[in-house]
């Protein structure tokens, strides 16, 4: 028997988001815990020895009480639950690329895209540090670098792997579907917005939130 | 017949060290072909066309000639070369568990000690900008924060997955064993000393640079 999965997660999140899409898309029942990160809530003792001692979120639980496992970091909790699956390409090449694409999304896009749109949307422009205002034209910048990348690739392509969804296109997807909330347009990316109506439009699709 | 294997790098990248000991270990032959990354060699029209059109390093090449291919971001290259051998768990579990350890390198561990230490070493702390020495601070924080989860997960393995080495262990290794270039004294870190130790004597190791 399958063993139960319950995500801990902030709905606001995309990197939680991510998760929960890739459970709806394989149908796979996932049980939600919720945490307000605003709030310090994963920053508890509790959280810190037995979730996430990292202090993050998400994390997927695997299983119950003492035989509990725990998988922080996004995009790889999106692959256990991908396992064997056609979200995660089996040929060498493919697979290799597919987490190529996962690499880029956590280094050059959510740094730049999420932090804006947390920035904006949830802290708020007139709360932010000096140094994090110091920063919004770098993560700008940054941040239209990685969806030009994006927008190159996805000119000659249906997904970022080819003709058929993976993981790759699950992470990227969960930033890049709200970036206006963090101030990027996305009417100058015309192939990624035909990208996101393709991902939308897939069997199983669930909405953030 | 083995496809010709050809590293684009700057030897003192450790994103790049990292795919040169994965091959090593593995006793795969790799061609270096080295670019100046303070000097511009990987934003150049023919670079950005036909090795990475994000103008990053290191990129592995696969191939020669018309039918090369070229994968980006080095732990995704690292994947590409370990295929099938004992540095990618096959379990289930393990396997996005050694994800997990990879991706939190290129989020929390990365962009904090390798990023000092480029900035303290290559650039120098005189030439920095004000938006850089303004940031300094906050990276020096979370890149404690980096070495001391992985001091606690040390202090009770071997290595980052379990009894044997794996791509977690390489990709954390290449820029924590110079972590003291970026200011970081290794000193407070007794497990990840002992660890470094023992990625360093395992057979095949070659050194950075």
Partial sequence: MAE???????????????????????????ERRSYDIMQGETRTPAFLATVNANGRIPVLQIGEGADARFLPESNAACWYLAHGSALVPQERFAQADCLRWMFFE????????????????FVG????????????????????????????????HAFFCGDAPTLADIALFAYTHVAEE?????????????WIARVAALPGFVAMG
Same sequence: chains 1, 2.
């Fill in 4 to 30: 139960a999965l319950t995500l801990h997660e902030d709905p606001r999140s995309g990197n939680c988001y991510k998760i929960r899409l890739t459970a709806a898309l394989l149908g796979l029942a996932l």
């Fill in 106 to 121: 956590q280094y050059s896009h959510e740094p730049n895209i999420a932090t804006l749109r947390f920035w904006l949307r």
């Fill in 125 to 156: 422009e007139a709360n932010l540090s000096e140094q994090q205002r110091a920063q919004v034209m770098a993560r700008r910048m940054a941040g239209c670098a990685a969806l030009d990348l994006m927008e190159r690739h996805l000119a000659g």
């Fill in 182 to 194: 963090g101030g990027f347009g996305l009417g100058d990316y015309p192939a990624i917005g035909a």
